[in-house]
């Protein structure tokens, strides 16, 4: 499988990031009705440079980047994210999927803001765990189904629950 293109020249890659900021922009304008002169007029820059910036004929700074989602009525984020492609075979996650996925969320502004999916409870449900080694109790990091291995002493089968408030209840 070959790397994709954004991969083979870090300018590809700034090419890919700024296409999809520019596409943002584009989006904005044609839904607000707003033309190159006018975002032109609101930047204080010639209706050139809008040009240039939304043909992607630059690479634009972080201020520019600003300047531009400021005058749209937008804000910019910068976000880094790991997809387990450490190769760059797939290339970048789209800004839209970004988007979609925020405006999903019902556009959160932190974390504590973050709608949470219907089969998260306030109250999680007990985990269930079991083990059979010989060593104190100690629950192991890795979780299968709500199942987390835990050791006891006498290498007998053990089995249990945390509740939500972190209360142990061990059957022997």
């Not at 504590?112 to 109250?123: G, I, P, W, Y």
Request: net charge neutral.
């Amino acid at each position: 499988m070959n790397q994709h293109w954004t991969e083979r020249d870090i300018r590809n890659l700034l090419s890919r990031l700024t296409f999809n900021f520019v596409a943002q922009l584009d989006k904005k304008m044609k839904s607000s009705s707003m033309t190159q002169a006018e975002l032109a007029i609101k930047l204080g820059v010639t209706e050139g440079r809008v040009s240039q910036v939304l043909n992607n004929e630059s690479n634009p700074t972080l201020e520019t980047i600003v300047k531009y989602a400021r005058a749209m009525g937008l804000k910019a984020s910068i976000v880094a994210y790991e997809d387990n492609d450490h190769d760059n075979y797939k290339g970048l996650v789209n800004a839209e999927v970004f988007l979609t996925c925020w405006e999903r969320q019902g556009k959160p502004m932190n974390f504590f803001d973050l709608n949470m999916t219907e089969e998260v409870s306030a109250t999680p449900p007990p985990i269930r765990f079991a083990a059979t080694d010989s060593s104190p109790i100690s629950l192991k990091k890795e979780s299968v189904d709500n199942v987390l291995p835990f050791q006891v002493r006498d290498k007998k089968p053990h089995y249990g629950t945390i509740s939500a408030n972190n209360n142990m209840q061990l059957a022997i």
